[in-house]
C-alpha cells in the first residue's frame, strides 16, 4: 500500500534496522541522542540475568511510579510479572515502533493492545484530531460526529442497526450484559473459561489473561452474588453449552464470547461451535453477543462476524473504533437496542460517551481501514510472521503451535492442538519469558504474556517482519 510505503520510509533507520535484522551483533541506533550502540546479542537469555539492553531510565521511572501507582501501572498486565524484569517504559510510538525512555526502538506487536490497526499516531489520523480539538474537546451534548461514527459501524458491522457508544471495553460489556438482562428478562449468563470482557464483576469469573497472568483465580472484592448467575463453559465446547442449557431452561439471558479469543493467547473458534451457538441460543429463546472489542474491524472490516458468516443479536467494540482514545461501544438488532434509555427503560449513561474527539479518531481510523488493499495487507504480513516464528521455533527444535487471521496472532510453547483457555495454560510459560525478553534484547516488543494474542498494523511492513523472524532465530537458539 502507499501509505504504507510512506509510512515506513518516514520513520525507519533503513541500513541500520536492516542489519539489525540479520546480524549477531548488531547496531542498535539510539533514537533520543543519534548514536549508535553496538549490542552483543546475548548468548544465553535468561529473564534473571543483567539485561544487556540499556534501560536505566526505563528503571528509574518505574521504581518511581511503583510508590506512586498500585504496582506501579494503571493495567496489570503491563507489569511484566509474568516474564519477569521491569517493564519498558515507553517515551513515544510511532508506525509500527515504539521508542522507551532510554531512546531503544522496537517493532511493537502490542499496538497498544489493539486500537494502534492503522499504524500509531498515524499522521491523517493526528491531522483530524488537531482539527477537531479547536471545536472542543468534549461537549456533553449530541454532535453530528456521533451520526457519522453510528453509520460508520451499522454500514461495517452485520448484525448492528443501533448502536450506544461508551467510553471503554469494560463499560461496553458491562452495559450489554444489563441489556441481555432487560430484554429476556432472565438473569443467567453463559461465558467461556479463558475469555475477557472488562473488569465488571459478573464477568471476574475465569477471565484470561490479566487475572491468569497475575494467578488469581478469582478477584476479591467480587461480591459472591455477583457472580452467581454467570454459568462458565470452555471455548469450543458446544455440548457444555447444551448441556448449561438443558441444566437452567428458561433461565439463560444470554451467551457471551470472543469470537475469536485473544486473552487466552491466540484461539480460533471452530465454525461449528459459532453456528451452534447461533442455533442453541435462537432454539432457546436467548441473546448471543460477540464480544468484538479485540477482533472488531481488525479480524475483518465487518468484524469476525463478517468473517465467520454468523450474525449475533448483540456485539460489544473498542479498541480500534477509538482509534487510540478511549472508546467502546454496543449494538445489535434495533428492537434489542431500542430497550436502552431514553429510548427503553435500562438506564445506561455517561459523561464522556460520544466524544468529538474520541468519534474524529475513530471515524478516520475506520476510513483508513475501508481503502482497498488494508486488510489483504494485515493478512500477508501476519501470516508471514506468524508461519516464520513458527519454522523458526521448529528448526530450533522448540513444540510450538500457532495462527493467524487477518491482523491477529498468537503461538504456543505447546505441540497443540489448543482449543481452549486449559489447554493454553498446558504451554511452557518459563520458555515464553526467556523468549519474550530475548526478543526485547532484539528489539521487538511482544506482549509480556503468553496469554495475549499479538498484533500487526498497516505500518508493519515485510521488511519488519523479516527483522522480527531474524530476531526470533536468535532468540529460539538461546532459550
Ligand atoms: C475481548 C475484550 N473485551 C473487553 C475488554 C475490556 O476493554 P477495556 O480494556 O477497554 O475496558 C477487552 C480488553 O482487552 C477485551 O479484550
Known amino acids: 500500500m502507499k501509505q504504507v510505503a510512506a509510512t515506513r520510509s518516514a520513520t525507519i533507520q533503513g541500513a541500520a534496522h536492516a542489519k539489525r535484522g540479520c546480524a549477531r551483533t548488531h547496531q542498535h ?9 553496538v549490542r552483543a546479542t546475548p548468548k544465553r537469555v535468561n529473564a534473571a ?30 507489569a511484566f510479572k509474568s516474564v519477569g524484569g521491569q517493564p519498558i517504559v515507553f517515551d513515544r510510538v510511532k508506525g509500527a515502533y515504539a521508542y522507551d525512555a532510554d531512546g531503544n526502538k522496537y517493532v511493537d506487536y502490542v499496538g497498544s493492545w489493539g486500537p494502534a490497526i492503522v499504524g500509531h499516531a498515524n499522521d491523517e489520523v493526528n491531522e483530524a484530531l488537531k482539527a477537531a480539538i479547536e ?42 450484559l444489563r441489556l441481555m438482562r432487560a430484554y429476556t ?60 442449557f438443558e441444566e437452567n431452561k428458561g433461565e439463560i439471558a444470554g451467551v457471551i464470547l470472543e469470537p475469536v479469543v485473544g486473552n487466552s493467547g491466540f484461539i ?53 473504533i477509538g482509534g487510540g482514545l478511549p472508546v467502546g461501544a454496543y449494538g445489535g438488532r434495533k428492537d434489542i437496542m431500542q430497550t ?5 427503560p435500562m438506564y445506561q449513561a455517561g459523561t464522556l460517551s460520544g466524544n468529538p474527539l474520541a468519534m474524529t479518531a475513530g471515524i478516520k481510523t475506520l476510513e483508513i481501514l475501508a481503502r482497498p488493499g488494508a486488510y489483504e495487507h494485515l493478512e500477508a504480513v501476519t501470516s508471514r510472521l506468524i508461519n516464520g516464528i513458527m519454522d523458526a521455533a521448529r528448526e530450533a527444535g522448540h513444540e510450538v503451535t500457532g495462527s493467524s487471521i487477518s491482523g491477529m496472532f498468537g503461538f ?5 492442538p489448543v482449543n481452549n483457555f486449559e489447554d493454553a495454560a498446558k504451554s511452557d510459560g518459563d520458555k515464553f519469558a526467556r523468549f519474550h525478553r530475548g526478543m526485547l534484547e532484539q528489539g521487538v516488543y511482544m506482549a509480556p504474556s503468553m496469554y495475549e494474542a499479538g498484533f500487526t498494523s498497516l505500518a508493519h511492513t515485510e521488511e519488519d517482519i523479516d527483522f522480527t523472524i531474524n530476531a526470533a532465530k536468535e532468540v529460539f537458539k538461546t532459550i
Open 412 to 416: 504456543f510453547f505447546n505441540a497443540g
Open 340 to 344: 436502552v434509555a431514553p429510548a427503553g
Open 135 to 176: 471545536n472542543g474537546a468534549s461537549f456533553g451534548a449530541p454532535c453530528e460526529l456521533e451520526n457519522t461514527m453510528a453509520k460508520a459501524v451499522i454500514d461495517r458491522v452485520p448484525c448492528v442497526e443501533m448502536v450506544r457508544f461508551v467510553s471503554s471495553g469494560t463499560e461496553a460489556c458491562l452495559s450489554v
Open 185 to 244: 428478562g432472565n438473569e443467567k449468563i453463559i461465558k467461556f473459561s479463558g475469555c475477557y470482557h472488562g473488569h465488571a464483576d459478573s464477568f471476574l469469573v475465569q477471565a484470561g489473561s490479566g487475572v491468569a497472568t497475575l494467578g488469581l483465580p478469582d478477584s476479591p472484592g467480587v461480591p459472591a452474588s455477583a457472580t452467581a448467575s454467570t454459568l462458565v463453559c470452555q471455548y469450543n465446547d458446544l455440548e457444555g453449552v447444551k448441556k448449561l
Open 49 to 78: 540475568a543483567a539485561p544487556v539492553l540499556n534501560t536505566t531510565e526505563s528503571e528509574r521511572i518505574f521504581t518511581e511510579a511503583q510508590d506512586l501507582l498500585p504496582g506501579g501501572v494503571n493495567s496489570p498486565v503491563r
Open 268 to 320: 480460533p473458534p471452530t465454525q461449528e461451535f459459532l453456528q451452534g451457538l447461533r442455533d442453541v441460543t435462537k432454539a432457546e429463546g436467548a441473546l448471543l453477543c460477540f464480544d468484538e472489542v479485540m477482533t472488531g474491524f481488525r479480524i475483518a472490516k465487518g468484524c469476525a462476524q463478517e468473517h465467520f458468516g454468523i450474525t449475533p443479536d448483540l456485539t460489544t467494540m473498542g479498541k480500534v
Open 29 to 37: 541506533l539510539n533514537e533520543r541522542n543519534g548514536t549508535v550502540v
